[in-house]
């Protein structure tokens, strides 16, 4: 984790993530994190019942479901789910990398995917 005052290269950080998912904090900012997340794979489908939750696209592109729409985030775009919306992400191609920022103390809950 990065300390205040100190630059964190994200390019960097992101070609040393490996593994099938791997999510973690890179700062926190009073009440929030700031996480760096890469996807080989989908991950499950979840809400977060006490927190928005911020994705900015770093590398290649994230796949965002909700229950009524799906959003491709590429490196550079921005996209915010709401507290208590089901979702679940996943690549688009071999590897995504993704920044989130979110309540540290946020809970994640499983859920069941939705009906089409």
Same mark, same amino acid.
């Given at each position: 984790? %990065? +300390?205040? $005052?100190?630059? $964190?290269?994200?390019?960097?950080?992101?070609? #040393?993530? %490996?593994?099938?998912?791997? /999510?973690?904090?890179? &700062?926190?900012?009073?009440?929030h994190v700031v996480r760096i997340?890469?996807?080989?794979?989908?991950? !499950?489908?979840?809400?977060?019942?006490?927190?928005? #939750?911020? !994705?900015?696209? $770093? +590398?290649?592109?994230?796949?965002?479901?909700? /229950?009524?729409?799906?959003?491709?985030?590429? &490196?550079?775009?921005? !996209?915010?789910?709401?507290?208590?919306?089901?979702h679940r992400t996943s690549p %688009?191609?071999?590897?995504?990398?993704?920044?989130?920022?979110?309540?540290?103390?946020?809970?994640?809950v499983k859920v069941e995917e939705?009906?089409?």
């Amino acid at each position: 984790m %990065s +300390e205040p $005052l100190e630059v $964190l290269d994200l390019l960097r950080r992101a070609k #040393e993530l %490996s593994g099938n998912y791997q /999510n973690i904090v890179l &700062a926190r900012i009073n009440d929030h994190v700031v996480r760096i997340s890469q996807m080989t794979e989908q991950y !499950f489908w979840h809400l977060h019942p006490d927190s928005d #939750e911020t !994705f900015l696209g $770093l +590398e290649g592109t994230v796949i965002l479901e909700l /229950n009524d729409r799906r959003i491709e985030l590429s &490196a550079g775009q921005m !996209f915010t789910v709401p507290k208590g919306v089901k979702h679940r992400t996943s690549p %688009s191609d071999a590897r995504s990398v993704n920044l989130t920022i979110e309540r540290a103390d946020m809970t994640t809950v499983k859920v069941e995917e939705p009906l089409s």
